[in-house]
């Protein structure tokens, strides 16, 4: 057996200290570590956005994170985004869309979609659909989850909209 | 005790309207817990040993140094099981192969172990020696005279067959001013379910076996296990926990699950199993590979006189429910349009490739695709536009097809003239065309199909039912417990929907029960885009009576007759509107009398049709769903590169019931199409799928999706919940078909195999491709 690391982080605003096996992902240590089983495994190589949360403020596919290197950060899963109020707003959006048939992606999405909304408030259509482009669904055909976001990330007033094009 | 005040706000009536899903808050928020998240305290991990060897002897197996892994429970394999008996729809296949391996996922042993690292690693120390056999990579090989037998009992290959016939062929023939022929190919794809498969099985002290699962059809597989276990199938339990996407994958039962069982029987102890995605990719079943010669003919004048479809199924190693589509390709063949001589033979091959089971559409993306590419090659052949021949040709209401469906309610000609009027069809068709020689290598193309499926249910077995307990609490509280499975669809949104219409409640005062076999009616799966239909009406059933019981309970109170009572606003009213008795409190005053009994039992079963005869002829659904679908592309020819810009579709669904998620299930199955068209493509080659993953395997991503005009044609079918029929399947259906006209109306060339990929487009275009040949295998 590979030899423990000793780590320390912040999950979801809390302070967590943990000993994880070197080769542990951050997704085995959220889902059978620590029971947050929002975080899904979709397929384990960053390809389908199933597993995505926030590392300082990053969206990472946690499938290919190691869990030591969560030491030091500051991690957040859809457990900690939908306490949020933007994250709320976010979840009544998904729920009043349509944007959730099976269920299984939804977690990923709006985890993604927070972060796309935090760093580009009042993305238009093309800016959100460039955003979750690494997170696959199966059910929905996309376009109401991309409404959701859309409606959860009305601009602010005066505000000019991010689009795809610009810098 | 306080009561909290019922402040109920109804709306006149709920259907039509948006309903949010019931489910997708706790989705939202990662609270649902999936398979993969259910901890048994005490359950062992499970994991398969898969073939390395596509088509193989297994000459020996060592399990020894695997059992002698600390951690390791059980190591068991064909020789531990010797009573297991074959599994799936052809009873063709044992869970773990004893002395041979038929295709690269067959199942050879299995660990139980504390974990599942532990488990892999056991995995690593099984020894399995082979020699390897001849592999039949192709129908043409398993066709070959002498070629091995795969199944003792099959001497040539042939896994199933289906003949089917009406009219005269010859006369048909002989009544045609045009006949064109061609040869259509349709590819791999598999289903792609976001959760990938998993079950958890755990025996009690008494032998009664609890099976987590993801099954589409749980009362069906209870009768398997059992079989298979030689238990009485009373002793056995399934739970459905939340479903990560079905999409018919989950109709049949794979050796996965019979294996868990069989280490939970072993080791006494809970067995939790799932699958990896490369796993899922190779071991779960796919879209059925079809290769199909279309012969058909027209009058002058644009009458369709006759098809001849000859089609051969590569079936893979084992038999699923891939093998009998064309129960569905023929309803398409046959009755799409009217069309008076018919024939059509088909045959399924096994071979040492993966094998096919049921998937959304279930044959009929395939049957769509050369029927509707044959629509517009005669209408261009006769000087027609492809929807004036397609007019000419549609069904209409009140129908008998020669088949024997019978067409109560069709709106396919609505269907044709709303799409094509929303799209601009004939002037786009013509401008298009007009720009095949213009220095601009970037084309535009625009393409129709029309498809034709089941919407009442189907008489797959020899009856389609569904039963429904509803119980009324003192709160007015309704919990509906229902036979219907959800994977993710939305039937336990309109199952509530429908019983709230029927009893003037609002969505929160019901709670769905769906997913325990202890519990619920009998059901026979969701499948056959059946779930609304049939669980809508045994939905509608229990809560009529139920409305029918409280109102009798009022009239008498009050003195009125019960058709002068309503249930509005959680109120029982009078035809005035007045509101006459609080439902809560009333049902309290009936729950503390001895005469409220508010709990309601009904079945539905369709009752028009028939199961079909030995001639495949009979009316196999109480409706039928039509749609037209419209497809605008454009077409890089210098790069093959094809963009699904819009669809326009206009779909006969009998009446919207719950607006959102019909359009979920609609914009869902389009882009499904779309993946099946233009990106999906699963790489068999000798046996061995080359992308197991979401890298190789595209998926549509959201930047691909095409604009989306919905419109819906509301027929009203009369046996319908409301008037509604089924679209599950519908709107995947017409999407490959419509590309590949689009693509001949951009470049003048008809591609007839899938997918439409860069390469294939490309070297098709350009000279660089033969179109497929038919081989009679």
Request: glycine fraction near 10%.
């Amino acid at each position: 057996m590979s030899a423990n690391c000793d780590i320390a982080f912040t999950l979801n605003g809390v302070k967590r200290e943990l000993s994880v096996p070197a080769g542990m992902s951050a997704l085995a240590m959220l889902r059978e570590r620590l029971g947050l089983t929002g975080t899904k495994y979709g397929c384990g190589e960053g390809e389908c956005g199933a597993c995505t949360i926030l590392v300082d403020g990053m969206s990472v596919n946690s499938c290919l994170l190691f869990a030591a290197d969560c030491d030091g950060r500051d991690v957040v899963t859809i457990e900690g985004v939908v306490q949020s109020e933007a994250g709320e707003r976010l979840r009544s959006a998904f729920v009043a869309s349509g944007a959730v048939q099976c269920g299984f992606c939804t977690p990923g999405l709006m985890v993604q979609a927070s972060h796309l909304i935090e760093q580009h408030p009042g993305a238009d259509e093309a800016a959100i659909r460039r955003g979750i482009e690494g997170n696959l669904c199966r059910c929905t055909g996309y376009r109401k989850i991309v409404d959701a976001i859309a409606s959860a990330a009305k601009p602010d007033p005066g505000q000019t909209p991010f689009s795809e094009g610009q810098p | 005790m306080n009561e909290p005040a019922k402040t109920w706000s109804v709306p006149d009536s709920l259907i039509g309207k948006r309903i949010p899903k019931m489910d997708a808050p706790d989705k939202a928020s990662g609270r649902t817990r999936y398979i993969q998240d259910l901890e048994i305290p005490g359950a062992l991990h499970g994991k398969i040993l898969r073939s390395t060897r596509v088509h193989a002897r297994i000459l020996s197996i060592d399990t020894s140094a695997a059992k002698a892994l600390a951690g390791v429970h059980a190591v068991i394999t064909a020789a531990d099981v010797p009573w297991q008996r074959p599994i799936g729809v052809g009873r063709d296949h044992l869970p773990l192969k004893a002395d041979r391996v038929l295709s690269l996922r067959d199942e050879i042993a299995a660990v139980a172990a504390d974990s599942e690292a532990i488990a892999e690693a056991a995995l690593k120390l099984i020894r399995v020696v082979y020699e390897p056999l001849p592999v039949l990579a192709t129908t043409i090989a398993a066709s070959a005279p002498g070629a091995p037998r795969l199944h003792p009992d099959r001497p040539d290959n042939v896994a199933m067959t289906f003949d089917y016939a009406q009219g005269d062929l010859a006369q048909g023939e002989a009544e045609s001013d045009v006949v064109v022929e061609d040869v259509f190919r349709l590819h791999y794809v598999t289903h792609c379910c976001m959760g990938v498969s998993g079950v958890i099985a755990e025996f009690d002290p008494s032998g009664n076996l609890l099976l987590y699962s993801n099954t589409q059809v749980p009362f069906l597989h209870k009768r398997e296990f059992a079989e298979l276990l030689g238990i009485d199938p009373g002793r056995i339990r399934i739970i459905q926990p939340p479903i990560g996407g079905g999409f018919g994958s989950k109709l049949d039962i794979y050796p996965f699950e019979p294996i868990a069982i069989f280490l939970a029987g072993i080791t006494k102890r809970p067995v939790k199993l799932v699958f990896t995605r490369e796993e899922e990719f190779i071991a779960s079943p796919t879209r059925q590979p079809v290769l199909l010669k279309l012969r058909s003919g027209c009058r002058k004048d644009g009458t369709l006189t006759f098809r001849d479809v000859e089609t051969v199924h590569d079936n893979g190693a084992y038999t699923s429910w891939g093998a009998t589509t064309p129960f569905v390709m023929m309803q398409t063949i046959s009755s799409l349009y009217r069309v008076p001589h018919c024939k059509y033979r088909t045959v399924a091959v096994y071979t040492n490739n993966p094998y096919a089971g049921s998937f959304r559409g279930y044959g009929n993306l395939q049957a769509t695709f050369a029927v509707e590419a044959h629509m517009d090659k005669l209408a261009e052949a006769v000087g027609m536009d492809g929807l004036a021949f397609r007019l000419k040709n549609a069904q209409h209401p009140g129908e008998v097809t020669p088949q024997g469906m019978h067409f109560k309610s069709c709106g396919l000609k609505e269907c044709l003239t709303t799409a094509a009027q929303r799209s601009d069809f004939l002037r786009k068709q013509a401008e298009n065309r007009s720009r095949w020689n213009d220095p601009d290598p970037v084309k535009r193309g625009i393409g129709m199909a029309s498809m034709l499926h089941v919407g009442g249910g189907a008489k797959i077995y020899p009856s389609d039912g569904c039963g429904t307990i509803l119980k009324i609490d003192d709160f007015a509280h309704v919990t509906l417990i229902t036979g219907a499975s959800e994977i993710g669809q939305g039937s336990e949104t309109v199952l509530a929907q429908l019983v709230c219409e029927e009893l003037g409640l609002p969505m929160t005062a019901v709670t769905v029960v769906n997913n325990d076999t202890d519990i619920t009616p009998w059901d026979v799966g969701v499948h056959a885009s059946r779930t609304t239909f049939i669980a809508g009406n045994s939905a509608i059933g229990a809560a009529r009576k139920a409305k029918r019981k409280i109102l009798e309970a009022a009239a008498a109170k009050t003195g009125n007759r019960i058709d002068e009572l309503g249930l509005a606003g959680g109120f029982i009213t009078a035809s005035s509107g007045e509101k006459l008795f609080e439902l809560a409190k009333f049902l309290r005053s009936l729950h503390f009398s001895d005469k409220a009994d508010l709990v309601m039992t009904s079945f539905y079963y369709e009752p028009p049709s028939r199961h079909q005869d030995k001639q495949f002829k009979g009316d196999v659904s109480a409706a039928y769903a039509w749609a037209t679908q419209v497809c605008e592309i454009e077409l890089d020819t210098e790069t093959g590169i094809v963009r699904l810009l819009k669809v326009t579709g206009a779909h006969d669904v009998g009446r919207v019931l719950n607006r959102l998620g019909i359009e979920g299930q609609i914009e869902g199955g389009i882009v499904m199409g779309q993946g099946y068209a233009l990106t999906e493509d699963l790489r068999v080659e000798a046996g061995v799928i080359r992308n197991p993953n979401f890298r190789d395997y595209k998926l549509v991503t959201a930047p691909e999706i095409p604009e989306m005009d919905i419109s819906f044609i509301e027929t009203m079918d009369g046996e319908g919940p409301q008037g509604a029929k089924g679209v599950g399947e519908a709107p995947a259906i017409c999407i490959a078909a419509a590309v590949a006209n689009a693509i001949h109306n951009a470049t003048g060339t008809r591609i007839t195999a899938l997918p439409f990929a860069p390469e294939n487009v490309y070297r098709a275009l350009h000279g660089a491709s033969e179109p497929p040949v038919w081989n009679a295998a």
